[in-house]
């Protein structure tokens, strides 16, 4: 059984930095693995929207416009963990942070849709204050 829990929220003052981890439990990879492992978040009644997808084995990286340049996303094999640096955060960044991860192919391209995810963290949460 694969499980997902996600720390390092709180509360920031714009322009602040956070760092979120997703420590994943029930399966274990290595850089050879592939994976598309993802953060979305959901501010109080909006949608859940994708932030940034990374795929296991290359690295390779997809980021919602919103965050590019702001958030990086990176994993660390070590730990088994998933990580979101968020720097320059926005009043707009306020949310519920969820990590997501799902088995996939050598070479696919992760994307930024909450429907290819299998498995997802209870959340946690983002808030900046202006």
């Known amino acids: 059984q694969v499980q997902l829990q996600e720390s390092g929220g709180g509360s920031v003052q714009a322009g602040g930095s956070l760092r979120l981890s997703c420590g994943t439990s029930?399966?274990?990879?290595?850089?050879?693995?592939?994976?598309?492992m993802a953060w979305f978040r959901q501010a109080p009644g909006k949608e859940r929207e994708g932030v940034a997808t990374?795929?296991?084995?290359?690295?390779?990286?997809v980021y919602a416009d919103s965050v590019q340049g702001r958030f990086i996303i990176s994993q660390d094999n070590a730990k088994n963990a998933l990580l979101l640096q968020m720097n320059s955060l926005k009043p707009e960044d306020t949310a519920e942070y969820y990590c997501a991860v799902v088995k996939t192919m050598f070479g696919a391209l992760c994307r930024l849709d909450s429907d290819d995810y299998m498995y997802w963290g209870p959340g946690t949460q983002v808030t900046v204050s202006s």
């Open positions: 029930g399966y274990s990879y290595n850089k050879y693995d592939n994976y598309c």
């Open positions: 990374i795929h296991t084995n290359g690295g390779s990286t």
